[in-house]
């Protein structure tokens, strides 16, 4: 198994409501990467963790809770978003932190509207 | 603030030109250079690479041209096909930090 695997592909949510992105990879990747996507826009890097811990949080509003429950799944729970967040969220996974030779490998992402 | 228009900017080619896309980088630390593919509804898809100790990686129809000197990095792309319609990323990195994303650019081909 070689792919990121994102769900849902979309999601639509109201301004009160608490959701979840789901991304899972069985690829033996330790580190994983949470991006922002605007449209038109290049992926901003949100969070990451290595080896199932937090090492990077890029000043993101704590309306997004990132968790990783094992080295296989990463989750982002959102509550009380604002339609600004509206984009797409984007997974990835690498072998190491920095990337190194095998790059990252991205998932397909979920399409968010928050209304 | 950003500097970002709301329009992409386009590279529009033949079917069977050559294309060439480029990316100033901002890191002139950054050790580690991609290339990604993304096409509309879909995650960033990995073309190619090149280490900062190289300037000159070949792949399969594509080329990445890296000169460190002005910190810019170029794909070329030969005898573009339809497929290659996409919008292009350069993305940088320092061992031990996440990937950094450039602006992209649209590739545009006309059959």
């Known amino acids: 198994d070689t792919e990121v695997t994102q769900t849902p592909k979309h999601l639509v949510m109201g301004m009160t409501n608490k959701k979840s992105l789901k991304c899972e990879q069985h690829?033996?990747?330790?580190?994983m990467y949470w991006y922002k996507q605007k449209a038109k826009k290049p992926p901003e890097l949100m969070f990451v963790?290595?080896?199932?811990?937090?090492?990077i949080n890029e000043s993101v509003p704590s309306r997004f809770s990132p968790e990783c429950p094992n080295s296989s799944l990463l989750n982002l729970h959102l509550h009380a978003l604002q339609p600004e967040d509206s984009a797409l969220y984007l997974c990835?996974?690498?072998?190491?932190?920095?990337?190194?030779?095998?790059?990252?490998?991205f998932g397909s992402g979920t399409r968010l509207t928050v209304v | 603030g950003e500097s970002v228009g709301l329009h992409l900017p386009t590279l529009s080619v033949q079917e069977g030109d050559n294309s060439i896309i480029n990316c100033a980088y901002s890191?002139?630390?950054?050790?580690?250079f991609i290339w990604y593919k993304q096409e509309s509804g879909k995650g960033p898809q990995f073309i190619i690479d090149?280490?900062?100790?190289?300037d000159k990686r070949q792949g399969q129809r594509v080329t990445v041209l890296l000169n460190k000197t002005v910190k810019h990095l170029s794909l070329q792309i030969a005898a573009t096909q339809p497929g290659d319609s996409a919008v292009y990323f350069c993305?940088?990195?320092?061992?031990?930090?996440?990937?950094?994303f450039g602006s992209g650019t649209r590739l545009q081909v006309q059959p």
């Open positions: 990835a996974s690498s072998q190491e932190k920095s990337g190194g030779a095998d790059g990252y490998t």
């Open positions: 690829m033996g990747h330790r580190a």
């Open positions: 963790y290595s080896y199932e811990k937090l090492s």
């Open positions: 890191n002139s630390a950054s050790d580690y």
């Open positions: 090149i280490r900062s100790n190289m």
């Open positions: 993305a940088e990195t320092l061992r031990g930090r996440a990937l950094t």
